[in-house]
């Protein structure tokens, strides 16, 4: 199939309103996928960090995922409102706050996500660790908290800056997680199409946050969504694709992802955001 022909049977399963985007290279790469080569725009050197042009606040957030023993949940869930409480207490000291928590109602079972916010850096980050390492209290909470998760997972992100920045909401929501892993070199595309795409769904309220990781997972994103319950989320899903330009934004972005899943969170009982 030639390159006209391509175009061609592109066009025709794009929206009608799409527009082919260029790519600094003419020349198709066997190696590469034909549809990726339309797509996605190569991105230019930089002597500026493909993070700072993304997100320009000296603010890291830290989100720990922790799957639980199916058994030990309320044991669990116990023991991290203490130690939430405890860390709060010292927040002036050690310079960190939760901004959400929750447990997995839809996907993965028996995990809990937590959220923290570091005002500062990667600095700020190091003096928090030696702290929690010379606190006992802390420390025998951890120790404790050992015996009750199965594996333990942490990124350190950075937050986008076309996004909101995760203010706590009033009582009661479900959030959705959206996580994915896109293809390295690709994620100033991700940020373009996405800081035009969010104006279309600003409207009724429902996103809550978006990040993307430093440390990690790389070229992993996260988009948090807010929702009364799910027949909400899927109104409001459905009336967004009568939004014109949301569907340009869907098929620009859908090349650059390798892959993606979704969480339904609910809010646990001493979540800032619920």
């Given at each position: 199939?030639?390159?006209?022909?391509?175009?061609?049977?592109?066009?025709?399963?794009?929206?009608?309103?799409?527009?082919?985007?260029?790519?600094?290279?003419?020349?198709?790469?066997?190696?590469?996928?034909?549809?990726?080569?339309?797509?996605?725009?190569?991105?230019?050197?930089?002597?500026?960090s493909h993070s700072r042009m993304l997100s320009d606040k000296e603010i890291i957030y830290a989100l720990h995922t922790h799957n639980i023993r199916?058994?030990?949940?309320?044991?669990?869930?116990?023991?991290?409102?203490?130690?939430?409480?405890?860390?709060?207490?010292?927040?002036?000291?050690i310079g960190c706050e939760l901004v959400g928590s929750w447990t997995?109602?839809?996907?993965?079972?028996?995990?809990a996500l937590h959220l923290w916010r570091y005002v500062g850096g990667f600095e700020k980050i190091d003096k928090a660790k030696i702290?929690?390492?010379?606190?006992?209290?802390?420390?025998?909470?951890?120790?404790?908290?050992?015996?009750?998760?199965?594996?333990?997972?942490?990124?350190y992100l950075l937050a986008f800056s076309f996004w909101p920045t995760g203010e706590p909401r009033s009582p009661s929501n479900i959030y959705e997680i959206r996580s994915y892993s896109l293809k390295p070199g690709t994620m100033i595309e991700w940020g373009n199409n996405w800081a035009r795409g969010l104006t279309y769904r600003r409207a009724k309220n429902e996103a809550f946050a978006g990040y993307f990781s430093q440390i990690g997972r790389l070229y992993n994103v996260h988009h948090i969504w807010c929702y009364k319950d799910l027949q909400?989320?899927?109104?409001?899903?459905?009336?967004?694709?009568?939004?014109?330009?949301?569907?340009?934004?869907?098929?620009?972005?859908?090349?650059?992802?390798?892959?993606?899943?979704?969480?339904?969170?609910?809010?646990?009982?001493?979540?800032?955001?619920?």
């Amino acid at each position: 199939m030639n390159s006209l022909s391509r175009i061609t049977v592109l066009s025709s399963i794009l929206p009608k309103n799409a527009r082919l985007l260029g790519t600094s290279n003419t020349q198709l790469n066997a190696d590469d996928g034909w549809l990726s080569k339309l797509l996605v725009r190569k991105i230019e050197p930089t002597k500026e960090s493909h993070s700072r042009m993304l997100s320009d606040k000296e603010i890291i957030y830290a989100l720990h995922t922790h799957n639980i023993r199916p058994d030990s949940v309320d044991k669990y869930l116990k023991n991290y409102k203490t130690s939430v409480a405890l860390v709060e207490s010292k927040k002036s000291e050690i310079g960190c706050e939760l901004v959400g928590s929750w447990t997995v109602s839809v996907g993965d079972m028996d995990q809990a996500l937590h959220l923290w916010r570091y005002v500062g850096g990667f600095e700020k980050i190091d003096k928090a660790k030696i702290l929690f390492k010379e606190n006992q209290e802390i420390r025998t909470l951890e120790k404790e908290r050992g015996d009750f998760v199965r594996s333990r997972h942490l990124q350190y992100l950075l937050a986008f800056s076309f996004w909101p920045t995760g203010e706590p909401r009033s009582p009661s929501n479900i959030y959705e997680i959206r996580s994915y892993s896109l293809k390295p070199g690709t994620m100033i595309e991700w940020g373009n199409n996405w800081a035009r795409g969010l104006t279309y769904r600003r409207a009724k309220n429902e996103a809550f946050a978006g990040y993307f990781s430093q440390i990690g997972r790389l070229y992993n994103v996260h988009h948090i969504w807010c929702y009364k319950d799910l027949q909400a989320r899927r109104e409001t899903r459905e009336s967004t694709w009568r939004n014109p330009g949301w569907d340009e934004c869907v098929a620009y972005t859908v090349p650059l992802i390798r892959e993606m899943h979704c969480r339904i969170l609910e809010p646990t009982e001493f979540s800032p955001t619920q």
